[in-house]
């Protein structure tokens, strides 16, 4: 295999990329000068060396003064009653543009999808039970579900509630989801704010 075909192959690795927009992106790193091309290398370098997963809600951000936990984690004022649990980075971003929600995240990285229950391995189970562990002494009393509203997203709640399941009970905490203002297959990334808000307003 020719380095181009590596390449190629490297970009069809990429969410949501197919083999034609793979070909497309490493002929356009061709185009490029060596200025430009060396540009792009410095800058994945530094995105993947200073942009780190936070340790307690695992959403990527950049790392300053040392301090691995992101904003939202090292915030005093957020309510840590509260914990929502979103499949991605992106959710979170989606809630904190809502403006309603003051408390703290877990991301747990993907979905569980219906047909294939046993294919766990993409969510961070293991770290959500030791995030909502140590979080139970600091105060920790819902868990709110926000997952889209299909079937992979309900699957993955019930998959969630099972995992949290003893520590819940044993400690008094109550999960919720998100009211049905979001609409059936509809993403939390792509909804606007008010629809966010009411879903926060409206969860049981
Ligand atoms: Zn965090």
Known sequence: MTPLDTLIKQFERFPGIGSRQARRFAFHILTLSNEEVSQLVHLIQTVHSQV?????????????????????????????????????DSD????????????????????????????????????LKHTIKTRIPQGLKEVILAFSINPDGENTGRYVSMLLNESIASNAITITHLGRGLSTGSELEYADSETIKNAFKNRS
């Open 92 to 127: 979170v971003d989606a809630i904190e543009r809502g403006g309603v929600y003051d408390g703290l995240y877990f991301v747990l990285g993907g979905m569980v999808p219906l047909l294939d229950s046993q294919d766990t391995k993409k969510v961070r189970g293991g770290a």
């Open 52 to 88: 780190i997963p936070c340790p307690s809600c695992f959403r990527f951000h950049t790392s300053v003064s040392g301090d691995t936990r992101c904003s939202i984690c090292r915030d005093s004022s957020r309510d840590v009653h509260k914990l929502t649990i979103v499949e991605r």
